[in-house]
């Protein structure tokens, strides 16, 4: 029965360390000691709760269950915010696993087994091996950040011909510049200020706007693609204009507000607003192939996983001073 150290939120927000004591090992499971944890921005809407915070691991496999048949000790590994689905519905066995009736994501079950730990207990089949080029630091924030962002492009079919807008520089932000840019979209960043022109541009941007004061957007060409990465709606009158006709919105950040829109350019346009959480496993697994083969990494910050390391992180996240991904390591 595996025992480890754990580290969870409290009603007062505060991290505390803990244990806990796992079953022993059945059917697929894996223990997994942890390297690396990012920290994600759903984290912060947990830290008020009993459980054990964290889906962004990375790690070594420690011992397999009697079920496992392909990883074995010493593999390196990495998960994300899904955790387990039947394998058998129609969402499955289509390849849209993040979509079954019967799913276990992150802050839904398991409540005291998450990556801000040193150890976790994990299904093999939700598990994915990281490519020996990825660090297991570059590898933690890639297991939901960039399985986010990467998602919306890859199963809606975003065409290296379209032009992407992303709007916001920062966790998600600075990864999907990183991948539309390497799948060939022209991408253009609609940012707050002037700060981050230069990092948007060195990360692939082709055109950068900030928007702080303006009244209406000059793109040139109109946008087929916008992905949304910050933690608040844009002003919609300002950018509805520049999304061309039968163009895809993809709204990526958490938030437990009323999603609105004006209603007469939406609908004249053909607009779609596509909801889209993280990636199905398939194309979890691409997202790090394409990652290792395009040398797409995120941009960090490490912290020691500890209480005080993790309580400022949080709170470093919470601030807005997080450049761009946290990652905790464990001491």
Wanted: aromatic share 6%.
């Amino acid at each position: 029965m595996p025992s480890f150290t754990v580290y969870k939120g409290s009603q007062d927000g505060t991290i505390k360390k803990s244990s806990t004591t796992m079953p022993d090992l059945t059917n697929d499971q894996v223990l997994v000691r942890i390297t690396a944890s990012g920290l994600c921005g759903t984290d912060e809407h947990f830290r008020t709760s009993d459980m054990v915070l964290g889906h962004e691991g990375m790690g070594i496999v420690q011992e397999t269950g009697p079920g496992v048949q392909h990883l074995k000790k010493g593999d390196r590994v990495g998960w994300g915010y899904e955790q387990s689905a039947c394998g058998n519905c129609e969402m499955c066995l289509t390849g849209r696993d993040t979509f079954c009736a019967d799913r276990e994501l992150y802050g839904e079950a398991n409540l005291d087994n998450g990556s801000f730990a040193s150890h976790a207990v994990r299904r093999e089949a939700f598990l994915f091996a990281i490519p020996d080029s990825i660090s297991d630091i570059d590898a933690a924030p890639l297991q939901c950040g960039g399985a986010t962002v990467f998602n919306a492009l890859r199963m809606y079919n975003v065409q290296p011909t379209d032009r992407v807008g992303i709007i916001g520089v920062g966790g998600l932000g600075h990864l999907a510049i990183q991948f539309a840019s390497k799948m060939g979209c022209e991408v253009v960043v609609l940012s707050g200020s002037e700060s981050k022109r230069e990092e948007a541009m060195r990360l692939g941007a082709s055109q950068f706007v900030a928007m702080k004061g303006k009244t209406s957007l000059d793109i040139g060409a109109k946008l087929n693609v916008l992905l949304v990465t910050t933690s608040m709606q844009p002003s919609w009158d300002l950018i509805l204009p520049v999304m061309a006709p039968d163009s895809i919105v993809f709204p990526l950040t958490v938030s437990e507000d009323h999603f609105q829109i004006p209603y007469m350019p939406f609908l004249m346009a053909g607009i779609r607003i596509q909801a889209s959480i993280v990636a199905a496993r398939h194309i979890h697994r691409k997202m790090l192939h394409f990652a290792a083969q395009h040398n797409i990494r995120p941009i960090v910050q490490e912290f020691p996983m500890s209480e005080e390391g993790i309580n400022k992180a949080m709170q470093t996240l919470n601030d807005g001073h997080m450049r761009y991904r946290g990652v905790l390591i464990p001491q």
